[in-house]
């Protein structure tokens, strides 16, 4: 508050009045309020030696009550009063949790200093800020995002094509930023890298057209449309480390050696034992990891099934296992195993590698698989009934089990008739003769079997990283197009999912990240009068993440000064 000091131009006299400045978000612009009018200055001097002084004294008192921390608010709103058209007094203040980490990794300061001698006319920082916290809090294409960029206390100065060109900038500087984040990970929060995951997911995009990176492929959700896929590196904490994007069309076991050579060279990470799965287990994979100059090593799974027969021979061989209660059971064995190495001129090379395989079986797990392939048999059967209505696509696992079919290579519709087609008993009985059995193949031989088991374990947490990325970050269907743009939606996933995991480890993994994410999208306000904001979302997760982060999610009213205040407190 200020005394006002209003002079008439016609009259030379001035009046005094205590008024109130604020910045009224539904205008976009700052207005007054008088508090009191107090009267003429020629008036007041007959009544007081120095009336602006003593006026002055009494705004800043009035101003100094306003800011108590105690105080009451008081307003009135006129019932006759209306909105006006495209008025929005919702904000969120949720992302304010978000921006204390995305300040405390330091994004702003990277691409602050990137931009610095560019002559590009939006500011890359903001658009970024915008775009992974709404991937975070209210996911949905580019343009949905810049469209409610509004609901954030952020700048919003910018228009669509920046954002669009900004993607560009993102792109060109998306292997740096990955080791930036690396380093300011390892500063705040340590890495853990004496295991390290490595996983292989694909996304698909809204459009059929096929490019050069967007191509048809094996899709793990199957679906017919273009995929990209995309390699990920998790260390033991479950915080990533860097990730790789690869055509839609690359086979899994081929993103490992150009994404581990990448980490080994770049990030500094000294000897490090990767843990994958089997789409992994090729000669060259792990050829390459053993001789990198760190002697690295690897726990694989194998699978049962395409094993060779000496390896089907000794998990089925029931001595050495040994039980440990009534439905689970393990062996190992010391096992010098022949590997096909590549060589560079393309030939394959017999190599000779010393694995430890732990195999293990689990009733649970027979018991599942069973139940999945009960499933799937039912469909095979509705498959031999009536081929005509079944496609390569939509037939997926079933054809499997069906003796004699056939797809058209171009329709995909099948082309055996149905008297053709049978199921292949033989199949199910031998592969029901390994259910609930597994192998683990490592370099760490000298690791008791429980150990590598334990390590491999640790595998759930890089699937359920897809799985929120596919989820809570809905970052597939993919809407944009060109490689650039494809390139930084991953990289503004990519950081939106270190700040969830990061947010999931600041509050001790009491609660999911998909349930942390809703308490914040749900932490909203609504502007009411002058500058001043009503809160009426609290639940425990938000008390569990004010106290970490030292947001106060429980108040039920501020004002925009105090909401800037702890914004500003999260970027210092």
Not at 215 to 235: A, T, Y
Request: charged fraction near 30%.
């Amino acid at each position: 508050m200020f005394l006002r000091k209003a002079t008439n131009k016609k009259t030379g006299r001035t009046y005094l009045s205590i008024v109130h400045g604020y910045y009224d978000p539904s205008t976009r612009s700052s207005r007054t309020k008088t508090i009191q009018s107090i009267g003429y200055l020629d008036e007041l001097e007959k009544q007081y030696n120095d009336p602006i002084a003593h006026f002055t004294a009494v705004a800043n008192e009035l101003d100094a009550q306003r800011l108590d921390a105690n105080a009451s608010y008081s307003f009135s709103i006129n019932k006759q009063e209306l909105l006006s058209i495209d008025t929005d007094n919702s904000k969120n203040f949720g992302y304010v949790a978000a921006s204390s980490i995305y300040h405390e990794l330091g994004v702003h300061s990277f691409l602050k200093n990137r931009q610095r001698h560019t002559n590009d006319a939006f500011d890359a920082n903001v658009i970024m800020q915008m775009l992974v916290y709404s991937r975070l809090l209210f996911p949905a294409s580019k343009k949905n995002s810049f469209d409610h960029r509004h609901r954030f206390f952020e700048k919003t100065d910018y228009s669509l094509d920046d954002v669009y060109r900004s993607l560009t900038f993102l792109c060109k500087h998306k292997d740096a930023l990955q080791l930036w984040l690396n380093d300011k990970v390892k500063e705040h929060y340590g890495r853990d890298t004496s295991l390290i995951y490595y996983d292989v997911t694909n996304y698909y995009f809204e459009t059929d057209k096929v490019t050069d990176f967007k191509r048809k492929g094996v899709s793990k959700e199957h679906r017919p449309n273009p995929i990209v896929q995309m390699g990920l590196f998790m260390d033991n904490n479950g915080i990533p480390i860097t990730y790789e994007l690869f055509p839609g069309n690359t086979n899994d076991c081929l993103t490992y050696r150009p994404n581990f050579g990448r980490l080994k060279k770049d990030y500094n990470l000294g000897r490090v034992i990767t843990v994958a799965d089997k789409g992994m287990t090729t000669g060259d994979n792990i050829w390459y990891t053993i001789n990198t100059p760190t002697k690295d090593g690897y726990v694989f799974s194998m699978s049962v099934r395409g094993a060779e027969q000496e390896v089907k021979d000794y998990v089925l061989d029931q001595n050495g296992y040994e039980w440990l209660g009534k439905e689970y059971k393990r062996k190992s064995r010391l096992y010098p195993r022949t590997i096909l190495v590549s060589s560079r001129n393309g030939r394959k090379m017999k190599k000779t590698v010393d694995e430890k395989q732990v195999v293990f079986y689990s009733e649970k797990y027979d018991k599942r698989a069973k139940a999945e392939r009960a499933a799937v048999l039912a469909k095979a059967q509705a498959l031999i009934r009536n081929p005509g209505i079944y496609t390569r696509a939509t037939s997926y696992g079933a054809a499997a089990y069906v003796k004699n079919i056939a797809f058209d290579k171009e329709t995909g519709e099948v082309l055996s008739p149905a008297k053709g087609l049978q199921i292949d008993e033989e199949k199910i009985k031998a592969e029901e003769a390994l259910d609930g059995y597994y192998i683990l193949i490592t370099s760490e031989y000298q690791e008791c079997d429980d150990r590598i088991i334990d390590m491999y374990r640790g595998l759930w947490r890089i699937e359920e990283s897809f799985r929120v990325t596919k989820s809570d970050l809905e970052a597939r269907p993919v809407y944009v197009s060109r490689k650039d743009h494809i390139q930084a939606h991953f990289l503004t996933c990519f950081v939106a999912l270190v700040i969830a995991r990061i947010l999931e480890l600041k509050t001790e993994h009491r609660y999911s990240i998909g349930k942390l994410l809703e308490s914040l999208s749900q932490a909203n306000c609504t502007h009411v009068k002058e500058n001043l904001y009503l809160f009426s979302y609290y639940d425990e997760v938000l008390e569990l993440i004010g106290e970490k982060t030292a947001i106060p999610f429980n108040r039920k009213m501020m004002s925009l000064g105090e909401i800037k205040k702890v914004l500003g407190d999260t970027k210092k």
